[in-house]
């Protein structure tokens, strides 16, 4: 991700590696050169990058200058419906495929989610929890956030991709999950899963009987952009127990997917509907909790691969099999949907406010509590 600085850092600390260097690719793009080869990379995966102008859909004189690298030393930026002719002779004698095969460029796993979820309008938004999260919307144009709060990738001529993403998903309840196996006796037989965990939390009543978590294990992204940042549990005393830290980890964790919605209504992204995608999908409760605290209707596909749909959808494009974006939000079909409570919805609009609050009020001390676990511990 960003290599924009990753190749600063190469030709600051790995001068003799920065000079032997021929091109900056990424995997994909490695992959694509090695099928067909041709260097191509599609728009949204370039932006990624930080040396893309989300204007002009050309490699950016300034980001390139602050690299220390040309433009021919990366690919050709492109739209994901690129078709190149076919395969070099060997990979298709190897694949046992047709030489003459068209190869559809495609586009990033963040653009395939949204697409292959039917989230193809303004108004639609996707919430996506894996290890990670992220929160996006397809907009017809460039939504730029002048606080630098979200991100905005282009996708291809006609759409960008808003949003923001968070570090902590599943891995905070993984943290939380390893925590608890950690304090069972080593005999025990069977070591708590992420059901278990989620199940332990739906104990607990909504608002975890007080308790607030900043959910910030692994630093943060969108919207504050802090990798110092640390997680903490606010609100405790001694009629807590395992159950309230669990609730209260995942509430904050939909609060982080609360804050990014809200950052998108302030730049001017209206959304009416949310389509839910990624691991938490498969826990009723969990989903419920999200939307409760983004108190808007979520909507589950019939199918958990979303980005795999998104990039068949690409090649349908490529290949003249559909007209447009447009047209393929039709294909997807209608899955489940879970509505706010309202009781929920309304005390979760009563914490969210304190969240904030807790937050603004500790992140100053994050670069100095930092700090302080990278020193040498006391012996």
Same mark, same amino acid.
């Given at each position: 991700m960003y290599p924009l600085y990753k190749i600063i850092w190469l030709r600051e600390?790995? &001068?003799?590696?920065f000079h032997k260097a021929w091109r900056y690719v990424t995997a994909k793009e490695y992959l694509f050169a090695y099928l067909t080869g041709e260097y191509m990379v599609d728009y949204c995966l370039?932006?990624?990058?930080? #040396?893309?102008?989300?204007?002009? !859909?050309?490699?950016? &004189?300034?980001?390139?200058?602050?690299a220390g690298i040309h433009k021919d030393q990366l690919a050709t930026p492109a739209s994901p419906q690129s078709v190149h002719s076919g395969l070099k002779p060997e990979m298709a004698r190897q694949m046992g495929i047709r030489q003459d095969v068209?190869?559809? #460029? $495609?586009?990033?796993?963040?653009? *395939?989610?949204?697409?292959?979820?039917?989230?193809?309008l303004p108004t639609l938004a996707t919430c996506m929890i894996g290890t990670s999260g992220a929160y996006r919307v397809l907009c017809p144009e460039p939504i730029l956030d002048a606080r630098a709060r979200s991100w905005c /990738?282009?996708?291809?001529?006609? /759409?960008?991709?808003?949003?923001?993403?968070?570090? *902590?998903?599943?891995?905070?309840?993984?943290?939380?999950?390893?925590?608890? =196996?950690q304090a069972l006796p080593d005999a025990a037989a069977d070591a708590l899963s992420f059901e278990d965990v989620l199940a332990l939390a739906e104990q607990s009543p909504p608002g975890a009987g007080g308790l607030i978590c900043?959910?910030?294990?692994?630093?943060?992204?969108?919207? @504050?952009?802090? %990798?110092?940042?640390?997680?903490?549990? +606010?609100?405790? =005393?001694?009629? @807590?127990?395992?159950?309230? %830290?669990?609730r209260s980890l995942v509430e904050g964790i939909a609060f982080r997917f609360r804050s990014l919605s809200d950052v998108l209504a302030e730049i001017g992204v209206e959304v009416q509907q949310?389509?839910?995608? $990624?691991? +938490?999908?498969?826990?009723?409760?969990? !989903?419920q909790v999200v939307t409760d605290v983004l108190?808007?209707?979520?909507?589950? &596909?019939?199918?958990?691969?979303?980005?795999?749909?998104?990039?068949?959808?690409?090649?349908?494009?490529?290949?003249?099999?559909?007209?447009?974006?447009?047209?393929?939000?039709?294909?997807?079909?209608?899955?489940?949907?879970?509505s706010p409570d309202e009781e929920r919805a309304a005390l979760y609009q009563r914490i969210y406010p304190l969240y904030q609050s807790l937050y603004r009020a500790v992140s100053g001390n994050f670069e100095e509590i930092a700090q302080l676990q990278q020193e040498p511990a006391l012996g």
């Open positions: 600390n790995k &001068p003799e590696v370039a932006a990624g990058s930080g #040396l893309l102008n989300t204007h002009s !859909l050309t490699w950016e &004189p300034l980001g390139l200058d602050a068209p190869v559809v #460029l $495609g586009s990033s796993d963040a653009a *395939n989610s949204n697409l292959g979820a039917g989230a193809v /990738y282009v996708v291809d001529e006609a /759409y960008w991709l808003v949003g923001g993403a968070i570090n *902590n998903g599943g891995v905070a309840l993984s943290w939380l999950r390893d925590c608890l =196996n900043l959910p910030l294990f692994a630093g943060e992204r969108s919207p @504050h952009w802090n %990798l110092n940042a640390r997680a903490a549990f +606010f609100g405790m =005393n001694l009629s @807590h127990g395992a159950a309230h %830290l669990s949310v389509v839910a995608s $990624g691991g +938490f999908t498969q826990s009723d409760f969990w !989903l108190n808007r209707e979520m909507h589950v &596909p019939p199918w958990g691969e979303t980005s795999c749909l998104g990039a068949a959808f690409w090649a349908m494009l490529g290949t003249g099999h559909a007209a447009d974006l447009d047209s393929l939000g039709g294909l997807v079909a209608p899955g489940s949907a879970c």
